[in-house]
């Protein structure tokens, strides 16, 4: 019996998370980090200036 590699198996191909949705998941979080990090630092300049 030989074995085949999962890269040639057509059923292993559905259990894969197609790489557009990585990137795009990756971006969405890079950005809400970014978006909250922005919104962090306008409450602290707020906050310093009372």
């Known amino acids: ?3 085949r ?3 040639d198996d057509p059923s292993r191909e559905n259990d894969r998370i197609p790489r557009g949705l990585l990137v795009r998941l990756f ?3 890079v950005a809400g980090h970014l978006f ?3 919104l962090w630092l306008l409450f602290e300049v ?3 200036r009372q």
């Open 5 to 7: 590699n999962s890269k």
């Open 1 to 3: 019996m030989t074995r």
């Open 46 to 48: 707020g906050a310093s």
């Open 27 to 29: 971006v969405y979080l």
């Open 36 to 38: 909250a990090a922005f």
